[in-house]
């Protein structure tokens, strides 16, 4: 085991990708101490290039920027107290100008100046409108002996060159599994944009660089008299944030001569004694790729190993130890942490809240408030007394389970748990408390994502400054105009969590969300619990899949006391007649019956409150009362509230024609809506009223049509209520009392609203017709395209203020179309328009902007047949495309790529008969047939295959996968073999990572899919030889024994004889993990280590290649024979 104080270089890098370069440019590795301090957390590689033993570490994942870098140099220094220099290599954005001309690719290496230390610290300073650039200082300048070697090898490079070039292909035909990654990228690729062109969704090749005005002409490099890369030495900007702005990166170039821009610097060099060096793989802008990450951290990788060359052991061994200076990296983390939250001003802590309302936009207070508002005072107290609570309190990483019947007060009682957490912890700031109230209604927003995404919010939000785990997590996708997986979100709530001593999360009425994303959520927490101090807290209805995620934690019932239930009567009982008032003897009866008959529900108990306001004297009371005394005495308590539920609805019919229309109108809205409406969107759509056979269709809003709150709330006889958290009432959301009257409701739809999906998806039609909206979409001309988008969305916000339902018509009329399955003419006037379809789809953008974003591309090229593609409307397709105005090739292409994203197989296929190619691509350029089969939509992929779309068709996306790749990937066997059946090229590879579709499915390790293709692919000969070869070398690379015998199994005579047999022999011996059993099932099988031609001759292999083999194969019969 090597003596960690035999190490005196550190070298730090940020990304793995960095990492990957540094250790390709050892000369030894060695191995890994086994006595690395228990609190360092840093991973670390050793090894040693020349006479320096060398210390390579990296940044953990997800952690970026100043303060991380310092406390990883932190971990260093402790548990290699030796190290006398540091440094930091890898990628950086590069500020090209006049004066320099920097390329992708090239190195700049941070040299100090009589003004500056190399390294400018730009986040730290201000920006005074009308002046130049102020700061608050440049830091340190690398120790002496750095400096002087950077000296001696520039000289040197002027003179002679470099061999940088030359020595990244020495480490890549080695490595040649890095090549696509880290090999350099054809300088066609290297854009430099106008610092006024900014980055619109796509890849820049396609989507920026079409119009050659938009990029800076540069002459080419002269082979024979310039380095290329070239090396450029100056000054580097550091600061905690991407720079990705052209306009401050070239106004920082002009300033302060800076020539790159990074994130890890600052941290370290002002008491780190270290070099920065960094390889150019974007220009800090908004065009940024990974395309060029692989080959600039080589670069940067290649100089550094050149420069330790040129130090002397003796020079490093007279420096001090880092380690003595340890205090001072300590004082400067903390510094960096202080001052970022002295200076921070109004605009970043608005950029904060934009950070998290992008994380999630549940406004999770709004309901809570409104469940407090609810809450009769005094209830609950037996929960919060319980032991069962008093033990989930006391004890960390624990779950309590609160099962209830239908309106036993289940949510009520999760807020008053949550307002007993946030009393209990109101002075500790360590505590964490995060909750969530699931609604049957609220289905599409509660997936586990949102879900975890939504307390991840909440747990942020408790902290001065939002955590830099939360802030890279939002930069690494706003860049990718991608949205935050399942995973991503998991990391970064366990991160956050660990910020808090304790962490409590509640989580009410689980039986609301969908059986599959419930157990996604509640899997990921039990991972989370086991990593963090977490606390779960939940409800839900008694059903046994939920049971039995909390099988062996504590449990307790919820029932609704009689007690409670009397206290609930008592508190609302002013709601009834005056006469009721004046009667206390009535009063009493109306407590005492009602709790003795409601079997433990809430619920039960405000419906029979509601069913007595109507009464007109004692006796019609008394006579309810006896009802309801009768009711409770039936042993099904489900039927007893649908008995109550029967009860209200004929109390609804019984009422005056204009209320009875009123209260089904209304009811009929609230069941069938989308999403919840709030009070203003609920009157208006109630006050679209036509005549479609007199022609009486209106052209403008009404707003003496607009029926009041009030009157709507009381005609439906209790069943309604309003959110009270907010003193806006017509922002109010109107809903259901619970979620069994929507059940209700549900089963008597048909009788009692037939047709009223269609006249939904009318009604919002002619509102989406209003004259108003001729105009159509916004479009704002401005050279900024932030300033444009701003100014945009103002004016789409004012025509949403101005007009409450047109929101949530111009997302959802489409589904009420689609669920009707009919036509409607007043619809087919509305799509004819396409001033007004584009101001739709303008809407529709804005307001689901992660679901609209691939089928409205566009809104201005958006047409009646996009979107009736995008709801999956059939019928209304059909009778568009019988109009031959509709019929345009563009028009097909968006409409089918719409159908496809959906997975709405019949609408495909009626988009291909009337001639939408198969062919045509999505986003970022996936074929139809790739999109298909990543989403699972077999149908949909063996319609596309019927009208001819081709199997093999690329991806334009990084990855350069087919379907068939994707399929294997999601472990798809039917769309697998059904590909294969119809011509999948089955050894195209990934053009990233040269991925195959074997590589593929021995790395899940799935044996079905590796039989399958086994079985599937058979013939012609030579073809099902050459893939049986593919899944060999698969195995062997991978390690993998039961997919080589896989193999023989199928072909116990596949031929290993010659080169091949011979390269899968070295490559198993090579492989660190040397798999004994592929080693011997390979020498069994034929496979020789000496290389002979077809004439049994032995083949001239290079000296350096013939020593190789030879220490391998000593190696090899040694293993073997010990064995």
Same mark, same amino acid.
């Given at each position: ?99 320099? !001309? ?67 292909d020495s480490v890549l035909k080695k490595n040649k599994r890095l090549r696509r990654e880290f090999g350099r990228p ?43 890369? /070239? ?33 890890? *610097? ?35 990788? *290649? ?45 970043? %802590? ?73 009393? +209990?912890?109101? $002075? ?24 975890? /995404? ?35 979100? %998991? ?14 999360? *509640? ?42 995620? =909390? ?12 007690? $409670? ?61 006896? +009802? ?9 308590? =489900? ?49 679209? !009223? ?34 009270? $958290? ?38 919002? &039609? ?53 669920? %009707? ?96 190619d198969p062919d045509t691509t999505i986003g970022a350029g996936s074929p139809l047939i790739t999109v298909a089969t ?14 001819? &779309? ?33 011509? &999948? ?19 899940? !390790? ?80 034929? /496979? ?6 077809? !004439? ?22 040694l293993r073997l024979n010990s064995a």
């Open positions: 085991m090597p003596n960690r104080n035999d190490y005196t270089i550190g070298w730090i890098c940020a990304l793995s990708t960095e990492q990957i370069a540094a250790e390709e440019f050892l000369d030894e590795e060695h191995q890994a101490p086994d006595d690395i301090p228990p609190t360092d957390s840093n991973h670390y590689t050793l090894g040693s290039i020349g006479k320096h033993n060398i210390v390579i570490t990296v940044l953990p994942r997800d952690e970026y920027g100043i303060a991380s870098a310092a406390n990883v140099a932190t971990n260093l220094l402790r548990s290699f107290p030796n190290i006398r220099i540091g440094l930091l290599v890898g990628i950086g954005g590069g500020a090209p100008s006049e004066k320099h !001309d920097i390329r992708l690719g090239d190195v700049v290496v941070s040299a100090a100046s009589a003004n500056d230390g190399g390294v400018f610290q730009y986040d730290f300073g201000k920006t005074i409108q009308g002046e130049s650039f102020q700061n608050t200082g440049f830091l340190n300048m690398p120790p002496t002996v750095l400096r002087t070697a950077v000296s001696s090898l520039r000289t040197q490079h002027k003179r002679k060159g470099h061999r940088l070039k030359e020595d990244i054809p300088a066609h690729s290297d854009r430099l944009f106008r610092p006024d062109v900014i980055h619109n969704p796509g890849e820049c090749a396609s989507a920026c660089a079409q119009d050659e005005s938009s990029l800076i002409r540069r002459r080419e490099r002269i082979e024979d008299e310039e380095d290329d890369p /070239a090396i450029h030495y100056g000054l580097i900007a550091s600061a905690n944030q991407l720079m990705k702005d052209a306009s401050i990166r070239d106004k920082l170039s002009a300033e302060k001569d800076v020539l790159c821009f990074e994130m890890e *610097a600052a941290g370290l060099v002002n008491h780190f004694p270290c070099l920065v060096i960094r390889g150019i793989c974007d220009y800090s802008d908004s065009h940024k790729n990974k395309e060029w990450q692989g080959y600039a951290a080589m670069t940067a990788a *290649a100089y550094a190993k050149d420069l330790i060359r040129q130090l002397h052991p003796s020079k490093i061994e007279a420096e001090q130890r880092l380690s003595e200076v340890l205090d001072k990296v300590l004082d400067t983390t903390m510094g960096i942490k202080t001052n970022v939250q002295d200076i921070r001003s109004q605009l970043q %802590s608005e950029e904060d809240c934009k950070i998290l309302e992008w994380l999630s936009e549940s406004d999770y207070s709004r309901h809570h408030n409104d469940n407090i508002y609810r809450r009769q005072e005094g209830t609950g107290q037996w929960l919060l007394n319980s032991k069962e609570y008093q033990d989930w309190l006391s004890t960390s990483k624990q779950k309590l389970f609160c099962p209830g019947i239908p309106g036993a007060g289940k949510t009520i009682l999760t807020a008053i748990v949550i307002d007993n957490l946030h009393t +209990r912890s109101l $002075d500790d700031s360590t505590v964490g408390i995060a909750y969530h109230y699931c609604n049957f209604k609220r289905q599409d927003e509660q997936t586990a994502a949102r879900l975890m /995404a939504s307390l991840l919010k909440q747990l942020c939000s408790y902290q001065r400054s939002l955590p830099d785990v939360v802030k890279a997590v939002h930069k690494k996708h706003t860049v990718n105009q991608t949205r935050p997986s399942l995973e991503d979100i %998991s990391i970064t709530l366990q991160s956050v969590a660990g910020i808090y001593s304790r962490v409590f999360i *509640a989580i009410d009425a689980l039986d609301e969300c969908q059986p599959k994303e419930r157990s996604l959520f509640l899997s990921k927490f039990s991972d989370l619990q086991v990593k963090a101090e977490i606390n779960i807290f939940a409800t839900s209805r008694p059903i046994l899949e939920i049971e039995k995620l =909390f099988n062996g934690c504590q449990s307790i019932d919820i029932v609704a006391s009689p007690d $409670d239930i009397y206290k609930y009567v008592d508190g609302h009982i002013s709601q009834l007649s005056d006469f009721v008032q004046h009667n206390p003897e009535l009063q009493e009866q109306i407590k005492t019956e009602i709790s003795a008959s409601v079997q433990g529900m809430f619920l039960l108990a405000q419906l029979y409150l509601s069913s007595l306001e109507d009464k007109i004297s004692p006796k019609e009371i008394r006579q309810a009362l006896e +009802r309801i005394k009768l009711q409770g005495q039936k042993d099904q308590k =489900f039927e007893i509230l649908h008995d109550a539920y029967d009860d209200t609805v004929e109390r609804i019919k019984s009422q005056k024609n204009g209320f009875r229309r009123l209260a089904e109108k209304t009811l009929s809205w609230i069941n069938h809506a989308k999403r919840q409406l709030t009070v203003i969107e609920l009157q208006h759509a109630l006050a679209v !009223d036509f005549e479609m056979d007199n022609g009486n269709i209106p052209r403008e809003f009404d707003d003496e049509s607009k029926p009041g709150i009030d009157l709507i709330v009381s005609v439906c006889c209790g069943l309604l209520t309003t959110d009270q $958290d907010t003193a806006d009432e017509e922002s109010r959301v109107i809903r259901l009392v619970h979620y069994t009257a929507q059940e209700y409701l549900s089963q008597i739809r048909e009788k009692w609203f037939p047709g009223a999906e269609m006249k939904m998806a009318d009604v919002c &039609a002619v509102y989406l017709s209003f004259d108003v909206f001729e105009s159509g979409a916004f479009k704002c001309e401005n050279r900024s395209y932030y300033r444009q988008r701003e100014e945009e969305i103002k004016m789409i916000d004012k025509r949403l203020h101005s007009n409450p339902f047109y929101a949530y018509a111009s997302i959802n009329w489409g589904h009420h179309a689609r669920e %009707s399955n009919t036509s409607s003419q007043i619809i087919l006037n509305f799509l004819a328009d396409n001033n007004k379809v584009q101001a739709a789809a303008q809407v529709m953008l804005e307001g689901d902007f992660d679901r609209f974003m691939y089928l409205i591309p566009n809104n201005e090229d958006t047409t009646g047949l996009s979107l009736t593609s995008i709801f999956g409307a059939v019928k209304l397709t059909q009778d568009l495309l019988d109009k031959p105005t509709t019929r345009f090739e563009d028009d097909l292409d968006m409409a089918i790529r719409g159908a496809v994203l959906q997975g709405y197989t019949s609408l495909v296929e009626l988009l291909l008969e009337n001639g939408a990543a989403d699972g939509y077999v149908d949909v992929v063996r319609t596309l295959l019927r009208y001819g &779309a081709d199997p093999n068709k690329r991806s334009r996306s990084s990855d350069n996968w087919t379907a068939l790749l994707e399929a294997v990937r999601n472990d798809d066997l039917t769309i697998t073999e059904l590909l294969l059946e119809n011509g &999948a090229n089955y050894t195209l590879q990934s053009y990233s990572l040269g991925t195959t579709v074997t590589d593929e499915a021995i790395r899940q !390790d799935n044996k079905r899919m590796a039989r399958l293709l086994l079985d599937k692919i058979t013939h012609p000969m030579e073809k099902a030889t050459q893939f049986k070869r593919m899944m060999l070398s698969s195995a062997v690379t991978r390690q993998k024994i039961e997919f080589a015998q896989m193999v023989f199994e199928k072909d116990p005579g596949l031929d290993l004889k010659g080169d091949y047999g011979t390269e899968l022999l070295f490559r198993a011996i090579e492989d660190d993990r040397r798999n004994r059993h592929i080693i011997e099932l390979l020498l069994e099988k034929g /496979a020789s280590p000496n290389v002979k031609g077809s !004439d049994g001759t032995e083949q001239p292999l290079s000296e350096e290649e013939v020593k190789k083999r030879e220490c391998l194969v000593r190696e090899l019969d």
